[in-house]
């Protein structure tokens, strides 16, 4: 069993910036890649950034250039910056990653961008 918990979430004008950060814990030694989703409302779980355990990392086309996913203090943390946020980055997100052939998913952070 994994557990994720995510933190940092909250309210920003557009334009303004947040930090997300995922720790994982249990069973964290067979985690491979982390990553970032997102869901608006009415909307589908839309990918957002992803870092393999390698350290290979994908955006989705929608975020390039404005967040950056890091490893934050190992394996069983990632971080997410988001900076010149959007009003249509206004969603809950969360953090998600594979164990043992699992599925894990945080409880979600909301991020409210205001225009």
């Known amino acids: 069993q994994v557990r ?5 979430g909250g309210l920003v004008q557009a ?13 964290t030694f067979k985690i491979t890649a982390m990553a ?4 608006a409302p009415g ?7 992803r870092i393999g355990r390698g350290g290979n990392i994908n955006y989705a086309e929608s975020v390039k250039g404005r967040f950056t ?7 069983e943390r990632v971080a997410l ?19 043992e052939g ?10 409210t961008v205001s225009s």
Do not use: N
């Open 69 to 75: 996913i890091t490893r934050d203090g190992g394996r």
């Open 43 to 49: 909307k589908q779980r839309d990918f957002v950034a």
């Open 15 to 27: 334009g303004g910036s947040l930090r997300l950060s995922c720790t994982a814990s249990g069973k």
């Open 102 to 111: 699992t599925e894990y998913w945080g409880q979600g952070t909301q991020v």
């Open 81 to 99: 910056e988001m900076v010149s946020l959007k009003p249509e980055d206004t969603a809950i997100y969360y953090c998600h990653t594979i164990s």
């Open 36 to 39: 970032w989703y997102r869901q």
């Open 4 to 8: 994720l918990v995510e933190s940092g």
